[in-house]
């Protein structure tokens, strides 16, 4: 067991540092001098070199690297080329936004997916079953920014129940701030519920089958009993694997969200930054992004250990 | 009254005019104390005759005809009625002990269930009785036992383990699907005779199903021999042993190392298989395969008497009668 978590928390290491090499390669060999951006076609040669020194260019790579690196752990991300702050501050603020929102969007998800996937299996192959099989092919299809922009006509323009996007700040209170973020979440959840609804109820029709759900009848379960107790969390295990995997879509998802719902989150910072071309925190919003994504799966993992003891005792 | 009687009952996969019977027209009864045995090759319906009594055949089965326990028709039951029944009054021991038990949970969890199930027994109580049951079972270390998981034990100890949950809320009926076909030669002979030693104990009713006629001989008083859904032969089991009537009997029992039955002769085997339940037409199953098959087994033979107790269905008993035995 604690051999397991060790090795994990080992991976979730090699593979953070893998993501910071492959981010800064790929940057480095991107053509663009973060310098000339800056200044403009029209910048002296002088004022560039200045620029580049106060930048630390003129340093080779692997120096730059190791700074990165250092300064990582340090908790130092350097200073943003446009905004003229911390990274860190500039991540900081818009993390507020988009952990909500996407804690949010994926509770939704979760939700709503164990709701329609047990009612789907437990009425196989009866009308309800084809009737959740429906929805959740139609929910497979919308594209959530579509979604979105639906969900703002109705909700927003036509009933007036929500505001049709802004942030006022969690500093306006809970409620007004979770209200600002629930038709974003909405339109991120649907399509992600809809998947795992399906891989729920696939999963509790495999483990169904099985032939400890028999015994637990023998037992004098009921159907529902059964299916509580003793399928669902056997069934739990792949349907973990599937919600790992949707974060990060989820994460992906929080870009073009954010950008119709005009949310001031990490989706548009790194949509901004991009545009103005601001490596520095291109770089380490990315790096960001996917260690939110490596911890979720290393979650995911742990979450393995906790629910089956088969791979507690394996190791 | 018999504990459980069955009568006339049909076991049908599907509906209307494509149905097929897979179980046809079988009675048996079992009594408090007894050990009855179903015996018969793979596919015969035996288990699913198992798994009708507890009203759990899969779906797209359906069982009709009578099957009276306690005075009460099983097949007219509602669901919340078979609930009560099963694994209270009614206990079920399976074939494949790996994969009988859940396996995130512990042991101890997996027989308390139907303890706080149908008993009312608080989670300590019936925690208490839990640990006195592995006793029973002669668990080594019982109470470490409790706090287990499936596959840290052996297949024998895992048996067990379904034994002690069946046994759980102190059934008077026990049902036993091949309990011992998974396991290892010596640790069958130990778990059936800790089945024995339960039954003589608690007097439940034991029918045990299994197509391992060493096993048939040891434990049980009565056996019905079924073939392709039809029981062929049935009677006490000494009797049936040294004296089998239906050619498919005798055939079995050629099939078997007579040394464990206390003869010497050569091992046979049974031409052909079993007919799918599609492919079985009118009259005897059993003619494909029998060496004494003729025109008139185009006909299905009733089950006719022959001797105390006993019944077998076969145009040719006569003639069975009169040859040598093998």
Same mark, same amino acid.
């Given at each position: ?121 437990? !009425? ?54 979770? !209200? ?33 759900? !028999? ?101 | ?5 069955? @009568? ?5 996969? /599907?509906? /209307? ?11 048996? +009864? ?11 090759? +793979? ?22 005809? @009578? ?27 399976? @074939?494949?002990?790996? #994969? ?19 008993? /009312? ?30 596959? @840290?034990?052996?297949? /024998? ?23 011992? #076909? ?27 199903? #299994? ?37 498919? #009997? ?37 003619? +494909?395969?029998? +060496? ?35």
């Amino acid at each position: 067991m604690k051999l397991s978590l060790l090795h994990r928390l080992l991976s979730w290491a090699v593979t953070l540092l893998a993501v910071t090499a492959i981010v800064f390669l790929v940057l480095e060999i991107l053509p663009g001098d973060p310098a000339l951006v800056l200044l403009g076609p029209d910048a002296q040669p002088d004022t560039l070199a200045a620029l580049r020194l106060q930048l630390g260019l003129d340093q080779p790579a692997y120096i730059r690297y190791g700074a990165w690196l250092a300064g990582m752990l340090h908790g130092d991300l350097g200073t943003s080329y446009t905004y003229g702050i911390p990274v860190t501050e500039l991540i900081g603020s818009r993390l507020k936004v988009t952990i909500p929102l996407a804690l949010l969007a994926m509770s939704l998800a979760i939700g709503l997916a164990l709701v329609l996937g047990i009612y789907a299996a437990s !009425r196989h192959n009866r009308p309800g079953d084809y009737g959740v099989m429906a929805v959740t092919q139609i929910g497979v299809a919308i594209p959530s920014f579509w979604l979105g922009m639906l969900l703002i006509l109705f909700f927003s323009l036509t009933l007036r129940w929500f505001s049709a996007g802004g942030f006022p700040g969690w500093e306006a209170g809970f409620w007004p701030a979770m !209200r600002a973020l629930l038709l974003p979440a909405l339109a991120l959840a649907v399509a992600q519920a809809a998947v795992l609804a399906r891989v729920v109820r696939a999963a509790l029709l495999d483990v169904l089958g099985e032939d400890f759900v !028999r015994t637990a009848r023998a037992k004098g379960l009921t159907r529902a009993q059964a299916l509580r107790r003793h399928a669902l969390r056997n069934a739990l295990i792949p349907v973990a694997t599937v919600i790992g995997l949707q974060f990060a879509h989820l994460l992906a998802g929080t870009i073009v969200i954010e950008n119709v719902f005009s949310l001031p989150g990490l989706g548009r910072l790194i949509f901004q930054s991009i545009n103005q071309r601001d490596l520095m925190v291109i770089k380490n919003v990315v790096v960001f992004l996917a260690a939110i994504v490596i911890t979720v799966n290393f979650v995911v993992d742990l979450f393995y250990l906790a629910i089956d003891p088969r791979l507690r005792h394996a190791s | 009254m018999p504990l459980l009687d069955v @009568q006339n009952l049909f076991i049908r996969i /599907g509906r /209307g005019e494509s149905a097929i019977d897979v179980v046809r027209d079988i009675s048996f +009864s079992v009594g408090s104390g007894e050990i009855v045995g179903i015996l018969g090759e +793979s596919g015969c319906g035996k288990s699913l005759t198992a798994f009708s009594v507890l009203g759990l055949l899969p779906q797209g089965l359906s069982a009709a005809g @009578q099957i009276k326990f306690d005075g009460r028709d099983l097949l007219s039951l509602g669901e919340q009625d078979l609930c009560a029944l099963r694994g209270n009054r009614i206990g079920m021991i399976f @074939q494949e002990p790996a #994969t009988a038990l859940n396996p995130v949970q512990t042991v101890g969890d997996q027989i308390a269930e139907p303890l706080r199930l149908h008993t /009312g027994m608080g989670k300590r109580e019936a925690r208490a009785e839990t640990l006195h049951l592995l006793e029973r079972i002669h668990l080594p270390n019982p109470r470490a036992a409790l706090d287990v998981y499936p596959h @840290q034990m052996s297949g /024998g100890q895992r048996q067990r383990v379904v034994i002690a949950m069946a046994l759980a809320c102190r059934p008077s009926l026990l049902i036993a699907d091949e309990p011992t #076909t998974a396991l290892d030669t010596t640790v069958q002979r130990q778990i059936l005779d800790l089945l024995l030693d339960l039954v003589d104990e608690t007097k439940s009713g034991l029918l045990l199903i #299994t197509h391992d006629i060493g096993v048939m001989a040891e434990m049980t008083e009565r056996v019905l021999v079924m073939y392709g859904g039809v029981i062929v032969e049935s009677g006490p089991t000494e009797k049936i042993i040294t004296d089998p009537a239906h050619p498919y #009997t005798r055939a079995l029992l050629r099939a078997v190392p007579q040394r464990a039955l206390g003869y010497d002769t050569w091992l046979e085997s049974i031409p052909g298989t079993v007919p799918a339940p599609s492919e079985r037409l009118r009259g005897c199953l059993f003619r +494909s395969r029998c +060496s004494l098959a003729g025109p008139e087994c185009e006909v299905q033979p009733d089950l006719i008497p022959r001797g105390p107790d006993r019944v077998a269905a076969c145009w040719r008993l006569p003639q069975v009668d009169g040859s040598v035995p093998a």
